[in-house]
């Protein structure tokens, strides 16, 4: 069992930056490959960025062009969001996930989900 806890969210203006963090927990976290989602007002939940479990692997949303960045100190139980040049149509809810096989983004499905943070942008 792992659980997932995020924090980082709020309100930023459009160009800033925000950090997401998720903090797991669970004896067999170590072991998931991580992963962000999001659920804008209205929409699915898509896919935002995922790191392999020793961090040898990335990969991000193909819409994205380098405004986030992914990692993960298993010594601090912490995976992060970085997110640069924020836009309005980032708003949303971002989710942290967990899965038990890396797979590019995370295609081959996710076991665990966080109970998600607000990110909110405004222009």
């Known amino acids: 069992q792992v659980q997932l806890v995020e924090s980082g969210g709020g309100l930023v203006q459009a160009g800033g930056s925000l950090r997401l963090s998720c903090a797991p927990s669970g004896r067999t976290y170590r072991s998931y490959a991580m992963g962000w989602f999001r659920q804008a007002p209205g929409k699915e939940r898509e896919f935002v960025a995922a790191?392999?479990?020793?961090?040898?692997?990335?990969s991000y949303a193909e819409s994205e062009t380098g405004r986030f960045t992914i990692s993960r100190e298993d010594a601090k139980n912490t995976v992060t969001l970085q997110i640069n040049s924020l836009k309005p149509e980032d708003t949303a809810v971002y989710y942290c996930a967990a899965a038990r096989d890396y797979s590019d983004y995370l295609i081959r499905g996710v076991d665990y989900w966080g109970q998600g943070t607000q990110v909110t942008v405004s222009s």
């Open positions: 790191v392999s479990w020793n961090s040898g692997r990335t």
